[in-house]
């Protein structure tokens, strides 16, 4: 996932990923 390749934006797109799978 891109969240993995960048640790920066992780967190941020971690939350976007979850709100979409949701």
Do not use: H, Y
């Amino acid at each position: 996932d891109i969240d993995c390749k960048i640790d920066g934006f992780g967190a941020m797109s971690l939350k976007s990923e979850f709100v979409r799978k949701a």
